[in-house]
Structures are given as structure tokens and as C-alpha cells.
């Protein structure tokens, strides 16, 4: 019987994961459990670094960006020796099973946890990339993108203002979710993303074609995984001789408030959370589809992540848009 749980959040912050702690601890001790905060992750837990939560704990973070728990990025944790030190922390506190707020670095170490210490686990997806399957969302990916899209909006004022090509680069080390989405509800003219070859000579025939038709400013989206921002300006002013301007968003994409999907979302998951750990169903991930949460195996959302695609009609549409 789950008496105590822990909860952590892993890996990149994201917009949201206070909202999805606060979900957590309100709905455990709501159902009578009681509950403790690891402490930056997996280095946390290795070290130690952990406290009961109280409702009190959890007040007035809904709104805030960030992670009241710290994150930090734990390699280490991939070693036995470290893994049975977090797993006997665990046990000092009578901890009878964690939910961990991450991303695919999160699923991962869930999974050992789960399939070689025994410990119940239920992962929640937080982060700015969208890049896992089995959920429509992750939380702070619909927040991230609003923040870019906000910034863009600007830039186009002043690449309207000036007759100038705009490259902004935004973040997406693997996946070009969050560039195809800013793409699409910016109005850019052209989007460079991982999953597709970017051809330098097709860009500049698009932005050349737009200038001889009267088109005078141009926004270029560029996720940070498919090429630098400041090499695809370098190649548009070569070929083309049209003036080029770059603004790299880099980590403004992770701060501020959380949106209203991002908060929602962080709800819904921390109390599914909860259920399915009270119904003795570990290693699991929860997760939206079709406005429904659902829950998966780790195993089977890691192994279909890997080769996560994106949506090509999108991708297609902003062409057709730009034109």
C-alpha cells in the first residue's frame, strides 16, 4: 500500500512544471498520502536532498515558470552504484513511489527505476519540445511557443520597417516542433528543422521570388538542431545580396508564466498521476490524446519516441501560406 510518494522534476525546465508539482501534492494529500519534494532531480535524490511538502508548500506557483524543486541534469544516475544510493534514500524516507516531471532523459530513468529497483514510477511530460509520443502536448511546449510567437510578432515590425530578411533561430535540439508551430502561427516564409534536409538554394529561390513580386521582409524560422542561425543568414546574404538581420530566442523560450493549455494540462496529469499510482500501476507514463488522458508503458513511449515523426502537412502548409 502507497502511503508516501515523491515527486521531482528532471532534465530542461519547463513552463509548467510548478503547476504540475502543486496538481501532485494537493491531490495526494487530498487522498491521504503523504508527500516529499526530491530536490534538483536525480543528483537530489542521490544526495539526499529531500523534504515533506505541505499544501502550504505548494501555494502560489500555479502562475510561475520554473521548478520550486530546482532541475539539473543527472548522467551520473546511469551507474549501478548511484541508482542503489538514490534507491536507499528512498527508503530512509519510507517512500513508496515517485512521480518524475521530465523528458525523454526523465522516461529513461524512470524506467530503471521501475524495471530494476521495483520502484513505482509515473512519469509526467514536461518539456518546451513536444518530442515524445503517446500525448498531443507536453507541458511548456504550448507556452514556449507563445513566447516565440510573441517575439516574432515584434520582429516583424521591425523587418517590416527596415525591408529586411529576419532569421530567428529558436530551440528544438532534435525536433522541430516547436519551430514548425511558431512557423505556422507567425506567417513565416520559410521553416529549417531537423527532420528535413535543409537545401540552401531552394530557400534563397523562395525569398528572391517574394522580393521580385514586391515582398520586402521575410521571417526565417531556424530550430537550433537543424542549422545556426547566423549560417543561414551568412548563405541568404551571399546568394541573394537581400539584407539579413538574426535574433537567436535561445532560453527566454523556457521562463515566464505558464499558459492556460500548459496550466491545464499540468492539472489533469498530476492528479492521473496520483490515481494510477494508488491503483498499483507503475512505470507508466500519463499523457494527452484527443482530450483525453491516458496512460502508457515507458518502454513502449521511449522505444516509439525515438523515431517521433512531425507533420508533414504542416510543414507543406507554411510553404503554401508564404507563397
Same mark, same amino acid.
Given at each position: 500500500?502507497?502511503?508516501?510518494?515523491?515527486?521531482?522534476?528532471?532534465?530542461?525546465?519547463?513552463?509548467?512544471?510548478?503547476?504540475?508539482?502543486?496538481?501532485?501534492?494537493?491531490?495526494?494529500?487530498?487522498?491521504?498520502?503523504?508527500?516529499?519534494?526530491?530536490?534538483?532531480?536525480?543528483?537530489?535524490?542521490?544526495?539526499?536532498?529531500?523534504?515533506?511538502?505541505?499544501?502550504?508548500?505548494?501555494?502560489?506557483?500555479?502562475?510561475?515558470?520554473?521548478?520550486?524543486?530546482?532541475?539539473?541534469?543527472?548522467?551520473?544516475?546511469?551507474?549501478?552504484?548511484?541508482?542503489?544510493?538514490?534507491?536507499?534514500?528512498?527508503?530512509?524516507?519510507?517512500?513508496?513511489?515517485?512521480?518524475?516531471?521530465?523528458?525523454?532523459?526523465?522516461?529513461?530513468?524512470?524506467?530503471?527505476?521501475?524495471?530494476?529497483?521495483?520502484?513505482?514510477?509515473?512519469?509526467?511530460?514536461?518539456?518546451?519540445?513536444?518530442?515524445?509520443?503517446?500525448?498531443?502536448?507536453?507541458?511548456?511546449?504550448?507556452?514556449?511557443?507563445?513566447?516565440?510567437?510573441?517575439?516574432?510578432?515584434?520582429?516583424?515590425?521591425?523587418?517590416?520597417?527596415?525591408? /529586411? !530578411?529576419? &532569421?530567428?533561430?529558436? +530551440?528544438? %535540439?532534435?525536433?522541430?516542433?516547436? $519551430? =514548425?508551430?511558431?512557423? *505556422?502561427?507567425?506567417?513565416?516564409?520559410?521553416?529549417?528543422?531537423?527532420?528535413?534536409?535543409?537545401?540552401?538554394?531552394?530557400?534563397?529561390?523562395?525569398?528572391?521570388?517574394?522580393?521580385?513580386?514586391?515582398?520586402?521582409?521575410?521571417?526565417?524560422?531556424?530550430?537550433?538542431?537543424?542549422?545556426?542561425?547566423?549560417?543561414?543568414?551568412?548563405?541568404?546574404?551571399?546568394?541573394?545580396?537581400?539584407?539579413? /538581420? !538574426?535574433? &537567436?530566442?535561445?532560453? +527566454?523560450? %523556457?521562463?515566464?508564466?505558464?499558459? $492556460? =493549455?500548459?496550466?491545464? *494540462?499540468?492539472?489533469?496529469?498530476?492528479?492521473?498521476?496520483?490515481?494510477?499510482?494508488?491503483?498499483?500501476?507503475?512505470?507508466?507514463?500519463?499523457?494527452?490524446?484527443?482530450?483525453?488522458?491516458?496512460?502508457?508503458?515507458?518502454?513502449?513511449?521511449?522505444?516509439?519516441?525515438?523515431?517521433?515523426?512531425?507533420?508533414?502537412?504542416?510543414?507543406?502548409?507554411?510553404?503554401?501560406?508564404?507563397?
Amino acid at each position: 500500500m502507497i502511503k508516501k510518494i515523491g515527486v521531482m522534476t528532471t532534465g530542461g525546465d519547463a513552463p509548467g512544471m510548478n503547476a504540475v508539482i502543486r496538481s501532485v501534492v494537493r491531490t495526494a494529500i487530498y487522498k491521504h498520502l503523504r508527500v516529499c519534494g526530491i530536490k534538483r532531480g536525480f543528483r537530489g535524490l542521490i544526495d539526499n536532498d529531500i523534504e515533506e511538502l505541505t499544501l502550504h508548500s505548494v501555494s502560489g506557483i500555479i502562475n510561475r515558470g520554473g521548478t520550486m524543486l530546482k532541475t539539473i541534469r543527472c548522467p551520473e544516475f546511469k551507474e549501478k552504484k548511484n541508482q542503489r544510493e538514490a534507491v536507499d534514500h528512498l527508503k530512509v524516507h519510507s517512500i513508496d513511489a515517485v512521480v518524475i516531471i521530465g523528458g525523454n532523459g526523465s522516461l529513461a530513468a524512470g524506467a530503471l527505476l521501475y524495471y530494476d529497483w521495483g520502484i513505482p514510477v509515473i512519469n509526467i511530460p514536461a518539456s518546451i519540445d513536444n518530442d515524445l509520443c503517446y500525448t498531443d502536448y507536453t507541458v511548456g511546449f504550448d507556452t514556449a511557443v507563445n513566447t516565440a510567437l510573441d517575439a516574432i510578432d515584434k520582429i516583424r515590425d521591425t523587418a517590416s520597417s527596415h525591408d /529586411r !530578411v529576419f &532569421v530567428v533561430e529558436v +530551440m528544438g %535540439r532534435d525536433s522541430g516542433s516547436i $519551430a =514548425l508551430e511558431v512557423g *505556422l502561427g507567425s506567417g513565416a516564409e520559410a521553416v529549417i528543422i531537423p527532420e528535413v534536409k535543409f537545401n540552401a538554394d531552394k530557400l534563397c529561390d523562395l525569398l528572391l521570388r517574394g522580393y521580385h513580386r514586391g515582398k520586402r521582409s521575410s521571417i526565417v524560422i531556424v530550430a537550433e538542431g537543424a542549422a545556426r542561425g547566423h549560417d543561414v543568414a551568412e548563405i541568404i546574404a551571399a546568394k541573394t545580396e537581400l539584407e539579413v /538581420r !538574426v535574433s &537567436v530566442l535561445g532560453y +527566454m523560450q %523556457r521562463g515566464g508564466a505558464p499558459s $492556460a =493549455l500548459s496550466r491545464t *494540462l499540468a492539472g489533469r496529469f498530476g492528479e492521473t498521476a496520483v490515481d494510477e499510482l494508488l491503483k498499483g500501476r507503475g512505470g507508466r507514463m500519463v499523457g494527452m490524446v484527443g482530450n483525453k488522458v491516458i496512460s502508457t508503458d515507458i518502454r513502449t513511449v521511449l522505444k516509439a519516441s525515438k523515431s517521433k515523426k512531425i507533420n508533414m502537412n504542416d510543414y507543406k502548409l507554411i510553404g503554401i501560406l508564404a507563397t
